[in-house]
C-alpha cells in the first residue's frame, strides 16, 4: 500500500538559505576582486600587452660554449639588478646556462633595491660610487674584473603606445645582447692581454671611431667584444707597422698607397702578419696599390662592379643577399646558416694561372654570389657564380723562426657592408666577429656570436577599449554568476 506520506525534500529550508548567502557572498567577492584590479590597471596602466616571448628557453651558441668549456679559473659574476627591471628574467636565465655550462662560472644576485647591505659590500669591492653605478653585471676573475653595463645589453626601436587621449611612446626591446657582451666580457678577464689591431689610415679609409652612418664604430665595437684593442696607424716616413700589431685593418681605402707602404705591408705579412683589406667601389677603375700586394699571395682583385639580381633587395640589383659559401673553411663554418648582403661589391678571387709548391700560400675563396650574375652589366659566361671574398694562409718555411706565426689575410670585395648603418643587415656583424677571430687564431673561443632577436606579440587595448573591457569585468561576469546561482537557488527550492 503507498504511503500517503509526500517524499522528504532534497533540501532542507535552511540549506536553501545557506547555499544563497553562500552564492551571494562568492559573488560579492568576485566583484570586490574584479573592481580592484581594475582599479590598480586603469590608474596606473595606460594599455594592456601580453606579450609571448617565443624562446621558450635560452640556448647557448656553440662559440659560448667552447670559449666556457676553455675556463680552468674561476669566475665570479655577480647580477648587481633591481629585479623589478624588465631585462632582470633574461639576465638572470642567460646566466644561469652560464653556470650549467662550466662549474666554474658562480652566479650571485645582488638586490640594490631590497639588500642594501650586500649592495654596500658591492660598491665598496668594485668602486661604485656614481649613482649611475647599477643595473649591471660584474665579472670578476682573481681581481681583475669587467662591468657590464645594463644598458648596453638591449636594442630598443622607439613605438607608439596605442591611446586616444595623449601621444605617448615607449621602447621596444628588439634584441637582447646578453650572450655577446657576456662572453666579451668573461675574455676580458680571463685573457689579461688585449691583442692589439691597428687601421690604416691617410687614404680615406672608414674612421674606426665614427658613429657616422659611413664610419666603422660599430666594427670596431666587434673589436674590443672579442678583447681586441684598436688604434690607428700611418706607415709614412720612418713609421713601419708595430711589433704589438696583431691585426692590420686596411678599410676602404680610397687614394693609392706608396711604394714604401706597400713594401712595408709586404714585409709585415713575410714575417706572418695577419691582414684585412677591404676594397671600396670607389676604386674599382683605379689601382691604389694594394692589387699587386695581395697578387703576390695568389689572390686576383677585380676592377669590376658585381651584379646578381635574383638575389638582391633593390631594383637596381647594386645589392648582393650572399647564401653561398665555403662552409669548410673554419672561418665560414659559423655561417652555415646565415646570409649576408654585400653592396657595389667586386670579384675577389684566387689567382688564376700560379705555380703551386709546397711554399705557396693557400687561397681559397669563402662566397660567390648565385647564378646568372653580371660583371660590369654583362653576364658572366657559362653561368658561373662569381667570387666574393677570398682568405689566405701560409706558415712560415721548416726551420725558419717566424716571430708573428702563421701568415693570414682576408680580402673582401666591399667595405660598405660592415659600415655603421649596414652592419646589422643579415648576418654582416656575425661575420665580422667571425673574420676577427680566424684571422687572430680565436677560432676556439667565439666567432661572431650576435644579438637574440626579441619577437613580441602582444594584444593592445585603447582606452576606450580597456573601458569595455572593465564593464565586462565589473558587470559582466559577475552578472552571470550571480544569474547561474540564482537559477541553482530557485531549482533547488523547489
Not at 664610419?215 to 690607428?232: C, E, T
Not at 667595405?415 to 661575420?431: G, H, K, P, Q, V
Amino acid at each position: 500500500m503507498a504511503s500517503d506520506n509526500p517524499p522528504p525534500t532534497s533540501f532542507s529550508a535552511s540549506r536553501k538559505w545557506g547555499i544563497l548567502f553562500s552564492v551571494l557572498l562568492s559573488t560579492v567577492s568576485v566583484i570586490a576582486l574584479v573592481v580592484m584590479i581594475n582599479y590598480l590597471a586603469g590608474r596606473y596602466l595606460h594599455a594592456f600587452r601580453f606579450n609571448l616571448s617565443t624562446r621558450a628557453e635560452i640556448q647557448l651558441s656553440p662559440q659560448t660554449v667552447s670559449l666556457l668549456k676553455s675556463l680552468t679559473n674561476q669566475v665570479r659574476a655577480v647580477i648587481y639588478y633591481d629585479k623589478t627591471d624588465d631585462l632582470y628574467g633574461s639576465v638572470s636565465a642567460l646566466l644561469k646556462e652560464y653556470h650549467y655550462a662550466c662549474p666554474n662560472l658562480a652566479v650571485e644576485t645582488v638586490d640594490y633595491e631590497t639588500d642594501p647591505g650586500a649592495a654596500m659590500k658591492i660598491k665598496e669591492a668594485y668602486h661604485l660610487a656614481s649613482a649611475e653605478d647599477k643595473n649591471m653585471v660584474i665579472f670578476d676573475c682573481k681581481g681583475r674584473w669587467k662591468a657590464v653595463d645594463g644598458k648596453t645589453l638591449g636594442n630598443y626601436t622607439l613605438e607608439r603606445v596605442p591611446d586616444e587621449k595623449e601621444r605617448k611612446f615607449r621602447n621596444k626591446l628588439t634584441a637582447f645582447q646578453g650572450e655577446l657582451r657576456f662572453s666579451a666580457a668573461l675574455l676580458s678577464v680571463t685573457q689579461p692581454k688585449p691583442l692589439k689591431a691597428y687601421f690604416l689610415q691617410l687614404h680615406g679609409e672608414h674612421n674606426p671611431d665614427s658613429e657616422e652612418p659611413t664610419g666603422y664604430s660599430s666594427f670596431s665595437d666587434v673589436l674590443h667584444q672579442n678583447n681586441v684593442s684598436f688604434d690607428r696607424l700611418s706607415l709614412t716616413g720612418t713609421n713601419a707597422v708595430p711589433a704589438d700589431c696583431n691585426l692590420l685593418i686596411v678599410a676602404g681605402p680610397q687614394t693609392a698607397l706608396g711604394d714604401e707602404e706597400q713594401d712595408k705591408i709586404s714585409q709585415y705579412l713575410i714575417h706572418g702578419g695577419r691582414l684585412m683589406v677591404l676594397f671600396n667601389d670607389s676604386t674599382r677603375n683605379k689601382n691604389i696599390g694594394l692589387e699587386p700586394v695581395l697578387a703576390a699571395w695568389g689572390v686576383d682583385v677585380g676592377h669590376n662592379i658585381v651584379q646578381d639580381p635574383k638575389h638582391s633587395k633593390s631594383a637596381n640589383g647594386l645589392d648582393i643577399i650572399v647564401e653561398s659559401f665555403n662552409h669548410q673553411h673554419p672561418l665560414m663554418n659559423p655561417m652555415a646558416n646565415g646570409i649576408l648582403q654585400v653592396f657595389l661589391a667586386r670579384s675577389i678571387g684566387k689567382l688564376e694561372g700560379a705555380r703551386e709548391t709546397a711554399d705557396t700560400p693557400k687561397v681559397e675563396e669563402l662566397a660567390w654570389t648565385g647564378t646568372p650574375a653580371y660583371i660590369n652589366g654583362s653576364p658572366v659566361p657559362a653561368l658561373q657564380p662569381v667570387p666574393l671574398m677570398a682568405a689566405v694562409e701560409k706558415s712560415g718555411a721548416k726551420g725558419v723562426y717566424n716571430e708573428r706565426g702563421t701568415t693570414r689575410i682576408l680580402v673582401t670585395g666591399d667595405s660598405m657592408f660592415l659600415e655603421n648603418r649596414i652592419i646589422d643587415s643579415a648576418d654582416n656583424r656575425t661575420f665580422a666577429g667571425c673574420a676577427i677571430n680566424w684571422l687572430l687564431d680565436q677560432t676556439e673561443l667565439l666567432q661572431g656570436v650576435g644579438p637574440h632577436k626579441v619577437d613580441e606579440f602582444k594584444f593592445q587595448l585603447t582606452h576606450s577599449q580597456m573601458q569595455s573591457v572593465e564593464w565586462l569585468f565589473l558587470a559582466g561576469m559577475p552578472g552571470a554568476i550571480l544569474l547561474l546561482g540564482g537559477l541553482v537557488w530557485l531549482r533547488r527550492r523547489h
